[in-house]
Every structure is written in structure tokens, then in C-alpha cells.
């Protein structure tokens, strides 16, 4: 007995939900020890007798060989008293208080696909298959520990086949908590009808090659979907949605097909493979043979490959059906609303837009739109994070006991939750404009804090006066009688890209969007600031230009072109307009008029809006129909003069004078840029090498500037976030002209840089000032 000894383990992370408790029950038995294991809530709790080795053994293969899907950030093992057991068992889960963490959604695993597809296994064709590895978790839970009894796969009992393997550690599914089989688990129908099973699978795949569209229930919520090869049904489904050019994803059935549209660079194909599948943007191929409506004028399409086994039966399924190989699947909802997640959502928001849906019994608790992300420096680069990654926690060193809810943005609205140096991001949630997504929000903030036993004592939001975010915060902090604490917009995107990184110091923070309110009343969105978790100062901006119109200078980028063409210009800026097309006479006196008179008009630093001027300067877009349509068309305008090999160094020329200093504040001479871009456009050099110089110049405006104010600072480290950093030519050519310069260049991956990431920023100011 002198080398036997129990020990008591503790296991923090992503272990519940990903078959960490079978994983335990095996590799304990396997090494000859005895015990129990049970989910705490916040970690899982492990008592383990054996011999010193095994229990080495024991604990490394924890620490380092853990499920595919675990997260396993820390094991504490303790010494305790001997105690005998009489073989290795897991025991009844209990909550306790402490860090959690939750799982996100997983996708079908390839042992479960082999499955489906297996005539001799008992769940062939069940569109519900799913083990220990994979299936829903987020969007069933309804509270920790994660066991059946708190899913909404309670409302399923398990047959008796599917109990004995669920008990049966030397099974796939042994605690696998939605676990099921044809003859126990949910059921797949056509709604309004009585098609159901089998008969409504292949009643959507004959209904989908006919030309139709289809709203189809999966894990996180409705999609809307067609062939993506069929020109007039893509076209219909863009009539229907309102929704003229902004791209569909595409769900493609496997890598095959994937490889015959696009381009596949390194890491994506295991990025697309993996276990969180999201919609990748990959370039298309000119043999693309996809309908030229699912992305207008856009060098890549947003491509997904089958992550719960009801899609993979639409691609394959023994029937008469010769099925497509690429559907168009983008997100059930009302422009502006989030996506639909019951039945009765989507016949009330969607009805209009399909001729049929197919729908499924399991209930979706909290929605999950897809997760989107681009590649960039051989890593994912997120614009959406949703299913697949929220709400994985992002660490922070500050190690201080702190409950803090923070709402995010106004658009491209996620929330955030922060337990002490633990930061849980929600999913996506949507647009706050439109009230559905409002009472979305308020809903999704109460249900995670309750599934992460969270209590705010803090309650953080933006600075505009006239966000929804806001209200609902105000609203949430007077009813739970807590502190309200304002950041500044631009302020939370660098503390997000610095919290992201791990970062806990002073950076120089690039902050360029569309719209943030400013300190003094105007819009910021080119921003220079000096930055710690403390506060900031503002040291640089874009040189500010008038912004008329309201709301709809956001779309209608000949505005801002106007605007910068008059103040380069003068008395020469209408004729100028004109000859550019950017507007005729008299939209241009209307929008002196109000600049000057102070109608309907802000001053502004926008970099987002800097960039739908001059694609309206080149002619490329003069508006947009989706947010970024103007910004996105420029960068593929450059993208493709750098895939033709243009000469851009014999083109490129940059204004004599990159920035102004004074008073400790750089000014970027953008309006400058904006006039030389005109004046060469009439000259009949060619738009794409335009935009190209027009990024190319930017960056070393931005590098030129990081430097003055590093040599007032002695600061070495430059923080990129902000919506246009979702440019990835910007991005990149900011990022290698400041290595150049000896920065460090901190950038997102996994926490958008758009304002889907701001939440982070604002949750990480509120452990650190409240």
C-alpha cells in the first residue's frame, strides 16, 4: 500500500459537454484506478486511488490528451486521505460555485457521419445522430451542470437501447446527453402539413432542385435556402428578402466540391473540416459554376460545408432525387431582425419569403447564427463569431472577483459577460435598430447570466445618447439596483483587440470604423488613441470632413466624395463632381447648402465613410444597399489590380505631405488623398490601381503617424481594431509597413474587429474600473 494513494483532481475549462466525464471513466480504468468523477458546475471534480504512477499517468493524460473538442486550461491535483473504492464511476453531477465554462455547438463528428450513411447501423439516416464528440449544447442548455435533465432533449426520453449505451462507458455515447435514435429522438416535418421523417426529407430536396425555397431549422435557427446553381431562385430569394447584393454563404456538400468553385489556401481546408465549421470566404475560381447572384462583384463567397447530420441528409439521401451540390443558406430573418428559432418565428417573420418550410421538434433555447470569419496571416480573422465559438471565454491577468455585463454596439450586436479574469462573448444577436432584436438582446443577456450563475455588478455600454444598447443597459442597471459605467466607442475596440491578445500594458490604438460618437459631440471613426485598461487620451485622428444627409450618409457614399471634392477644390468642386459623376448641380449645391447652414449635418473622422467616397470617387459604388458594400467593392477593386500584376510602383505616388503635427495631435491629410485619387481618375489611370494606391497610401499615412507618436511616447506597440480593419488588404499592408518599423502590431483573430467584438472591450473596462 505504500505506493497507493488517492488524490482529488480538479479540471478547468471547456470539460462538460465534449465527453470529458467518459474520457475520465475510461483512462481511469485502463490504468487500473478507482474513483468517481462528477461535473461541478464550473469544473469537473475527480477522486482517483491508484498507484503513484498510474496516477501520474493519470493526470498528465488529462493535461495533455484530453477529448478533441476539451479546452483544458488548468488541473489542480491534491493529496487527501486514502480512500477505497470499488471501481471507477460517474456520480451525480452538483453545482458549485466558480469559473464556468460552457461548450459551444459542435459539429457532427466523422464517426457519426460514417454512421448516418451506414445501412447497417440502427441509426442510419437519423437526422439527430450525435456521441460524446459532437452535437448541440449551447443552444439546448437551459443551466449547469450540463446533464439531459437540463437540455431541452429532456422532453425526449431515451429509448431503451439508447439508455444502455448511454450508461455504457465502453460505448461512443456513454453520457452523451443528447443522445438519441430514430425510434426516441426528435422528428424532422414539413410545417403545415403532415410530411413527416423520411417523406419530408425528400419532399424538401425534390422541392429545393424545383426551383423552390426553403426555410430549414437547425441548431441555432432558421436558414433560408435554394439551389445555389440556379439563377432565377437565387434571384427570387434576393426579391423576396429585400436584399439586392450583400452575399449569400453557401453550404457545399464536401470538400470536393468545394475544391472544383474556389481556392483553398493553407489551414483553411482543416479550419472548414473541423469540429466548429464556419462560413470560411474563400476566393472563387473562374470556373465557378455558382449563380452570379450569391455575391455580386465580390472576389470571394462565403462557404460552409454540412456541421448537423439534417444537412447532410439534404445533400444525400437514398431517393429519386438528383440532388445539388451547393446551397445557398443564409440566415432566417427580417432585415434587421435576428433569426428565427420556433416554428411560429419563421411563419410570422419568414413566411413570405419561402414556399416551404422544414422544421424539427428539438427546441432551441438561445440562437446561433453561423459564425463567418476571412483568412489573414494563415489564421482565421472573424467578422461573425457565433456558433462554434460562443461563448468560449477570453482570459484576462486581472485576477479580480468581479460580475460584469456588458451590452456591446449597436450594430452587429453581441453582449459579453465577465466572472473575474474569465470573459464569455455571446453569440452574434443582430442589428439593434429593429425592436425584435432589442427584446433579442434582452432576453439572450438573462439567459446567459443565468447559465453562467452570473449576478452583474456592473453594467457597461457605449456613450450614444441615442444607441438602444444604451437604454436597454440603463434599463437593466435600474432594475438590478447596480452601476451603469459608459466607454467610449472607440476606445472598448482597442481594449478588445488588447484583451483578445493578452495584452496588459499601453498601446498606440488605431480605431477606424463607420460611426462612434465622440467626446465632443461629432462622429469619430479615424481615431489615434493612447491606451491602457485605465483610460485614454486622443492623440491623432483623419482630417474631419462634414457628414450631411444623417443616416443616409452611410449608405450614399457620393456624399462624403462631394464633401471632400468641395474642400479640396473650392469653387472648382462642382464641375469636378460632375465630370467624376459623383452628382449633378444641383445635389451638389443642396449638399453645400446644408454643410454650410448646419442642416442635418455633423462634423466627422469616419474612415469607413472615407472609404465609400472615393469608390464613389473612382465610380466603383456611389451607394451602398448593405452596410460596408461601398468599402468592400473598393478592396476587391485593389485585389484585383494586385492579381493582374499591375506595376504599381510606377503608378504609385503618394501627397507631398502624408500627416500634420501640432500640439501633440496627428492629423492624417486624408482629404488630400481623396483630391489626388480625383485628379488621377481624370486622368484615366486605371480604378483598380486607384484603389490599390488609395489602401497603399493609408497605410503609410497610419505607419507615418504611429511614429510621431511613439517618439513622443516611447510606445512600441500599435493595437488595429475597428470595423475597416475588417479590410484585409488594409490590415495586412498596416501590419507590414509597422513590423517594418520595429512595432508590434497587436490584431484580432477570434474577437471580430468590427463592433460584433466591442462587447469584450467594454467587459474588460468594467473589471478593471469598477
Known amino acids: 500500500m505504500n505506493n497507493i494513494k488517492t488524490v482529488n483532481i480538479r479540471v478547468f475549462g471547456i470539460v462538460q459537454g465534449v465527453g470529458f466525464r467518459p474520457f475520465t471513466a475510461v483512462t481511469a480504468e485502463e490504468l487500473g484506478i478507482s474513483g468517481t468523477v462528477a461535473n461541478k458546475g464550473s469544473y469537473v471534480d475527480i477522486y482517483a486511488t491508484g498507484e503513484e504512477a498510474s496516477l501520474a499517468a493519470f493526470a498528465d493524460r488529462i493535461r495533455h490528451d484530453p477529448p478533441e473538442r476539451a479546452m483544458v486550461l488548468e488541473v489542480e491535483v491534491t493529496d487527501i486521505e486514502y480512500t477505497e473504492f470499488s471501481g471507477f464511476e460517474i456520480i451525480e453531477s452538483e453545482k458549485e460555485m466558480g469559473d464556468i465554462f460552457v461548450s459551444p455547438d459542435i459539429a457532427t463528428c466523422p464517426k457519426c457521419r460514417e454512421e448516418l450513411f451506414d445501412k447497417t447501423d440502427r441509426r442510419y ?32 426520453p431515451m429509448c431503451e437501447k439508447c439508455s444502455s449505451e448511454y450508461h455504457d462507458p465502453a460505448t461512443r455515447r456513454y453520457d452523451a446527453q443528447p443522445v438519441c435514435c430514430n425510434d426516441c429522438g426528435p422528428e424532422v416535418y414539413i410545417v403545415g402539413t403532415d410530411i413527416k421523417g423520411g417523406e419530408a426529407i425528400t419532399h424538401i430536396r425534390r422541392a429545393i432542385m424545383e426551383g423552390k425555397i426553403a426555410a430549414v431549422k437547425g441548431i441555432g435557427g432558421f436558414h433560408l435556402c435554394c439551389d445555389a446553381h440556379n439563377e432565377e431562385a437565387v434571384s427570387r430569394l434576393r426579391e423576396l428578402k429585400s436584399r439586392p447584393a450583400k452575399p449569400f454563404a453557401v453550404m457545399m456538400r464536401d470538400m470536393d466540391t468545394v475544391r472544383k468553385q474556389c481556392h483553398i489556401r493553407d489551414g483553411q481546408e482543416d479550419y472548414l473540416t473541423g469540429w466548429q465549421k464556419p462560413i470560411m470566404l474563400l476566393k472563387k475560381r473562374s470556373c465557378c459554376t455558382l449563380s452570379e447572384k450569391i455575391a455580386p462583384d465580390n472576389t470571394t463567397v462565403g462557404v460552409m460545408l454540412p456541421y448537423a447530420p439534417v444537412q447532410m441528409l439534404l445533400f444525400d439521401y437514398p431517393d429519386d432525387v438528383d440532388m445539388t451540390d451547393c446551397l445557398v443558406m443564409t440566415s432566417g430573418n427580417v432585415r434587421g431582425a435576428p433569426i428565427c428559432r420556433s416554428d411560429e418565428d419563421a411563419l410570422k417573420e419568414i413566411g413570405g419569403f419561402c414556399d416551404l418550410m422544414f422544421s424539427h421538434n428539438r427546441k432551441i433555447l438561445l440562437r446561433a447564427d453561423d459564425s463567418v470569419c476571412d483568412w489573414l496571416f494563415d489564421k482565421p480573422y472573424m467578422i461573425r463569431r457565433s456558433r462554434g465559438f460562443a461563448p468560449l471565454p477570453v482570459m484576462l491577468k486581472n485576477k479580480a472577483d468581479k460580475q460584469v455585463l456588458a451590452v456591446g454596439g449597436e450594430l452587429k450586436n453581441s453582449f459579453c459577460i465577465a466572472r473575474g479574469d474569465l470573459l464569455y462573448p455571446s453569440p452574434y444577436v443582430g442589428d439593434m435598430a429593429d425592436i425584435r432584436t432589442v427584446k433579442a438582446l434582452e432576453e439572450s443577456t438573462e439567459r446567459m447570466c443565468g447559465l453562467l450563475e452570473t449576478n452583474p455588478e456592473v453594467i457597461v455600454c457605449d456613450t450614444h445618447p441615442k444607441y438602444n444598447t444604451v437604454r436597454v443597459a440603463e434599463d437593466i ?91 479640396a477644390f473650392g469653387d472648382g468642386g462642382e464641375v469636378l463632381c460632375q465630370r467624376l459623376g459623383i452628382c449633378d448641380g444641383m445635389e451638389y449645391k443642396l449638399q453645400k447648402a446644408m454643410a454650410e447652414k448646419g442642416l442635418n449635418s455633423v462634423k466627422s473622422t469616419s474612415c469607413g465613410r472615407l472609404f465609400d467616397a472615393v469608390s464613389a470617387i473612382l465610380g466603383i459604388k456611389r451607394t451602398s444597399t448593405f452596410e460596408g458594400e461601398a468599402s468592400v467593392a473598393l478592396m476587391c477593386e485593389a485585389e484585383r489590380c494586385l492579381a493582374k500584376r499591375h506595376e504599381i510602383s510606377e503608378n504609385y505616388r503618394t501627397p507631398e505631405k502624408l500627416i500634420k503635427y501640432q500640439d501633440g495631435f496627428v492629423t492624417l491629410c486624408t482629404m488630400a488623398l481623396a483630391a489626388d485619387i480625383a485628379e488621377r481618375k481624370l486622368a484615366c489611370c486605371q480604378p483598380d490601381v486607384l484603389a490599390y494606391t488609395f489602401h497603399a497610401v493609408l497605410a503609410d499615412m497610419v505607419t507615418a503617424a504611429c511614429e510621431k507618436i511613439s517618439e513622443d511616447t516611447g510606445i512600441k506597440t500599435v493595437a488595429l481594431s475597428g470595423g475597416v480593419f475588417q479590410n484585409r488588404l488594409l490590415t495586412k499592408l498596416c501590419h507590414e509597413r509597422l513590423t517594418a518599423k520595429g512595432f508590434t502590431v497587436l490584431l484580432h483573430s477570434l474577437i471580430p474587429p468590427n463592433d460584433g467584438g466591442i462587447a469584450l472591450g467594454q467587459a474588460a473596462y468594467g473589471i478593471y474600473n469598477s
Open 477 to 567: 442597471a435600474k432594475k438590478l439596483g447596480v452601476p451603469l459605467i459608459k466607454v467610449q466607442h472607440h476606445y472598448a475596440h482597442i481594449l478588445s483587440c488588447m484583451a483578445e491578445n493578452g495584452f496588459d500594458g499601453k498601446v498606440i490604438g488605431v480605431s477606424f470604423d463607420g460611426t462612434g460618437y465622440g467626446d465632443d459631440g461629432t462622429i469619430w471613426g479615424g481615431e489615434f488613441l493612447l491606451c491602457d485598461y485605465r483610460g485614454y487620451k486622443r492623440v491623432g485622428s483623419i482630417r474631419p470632413f462634414m457628414q450631411t444627409g444623417g443616416d443616409l450618409s452611410s449608405k450614399e457614399g457620393w456624399r462624403i466624395a462631394s464633401a471632400l471634392i468641395r474642400d
Open 125 to 156: 439516416l437519423h437526422p439527430f445522430i450525435n456521441c460524446t464528440q459532437c452535437g448541440p449544447r449551447l443552444t439546448i442548455l437551459e443551466s449547469m451542470p450540463y446533464d439531459r435533465e437540463r437540455t431541452t432533449m429532456k422532453e425526449h
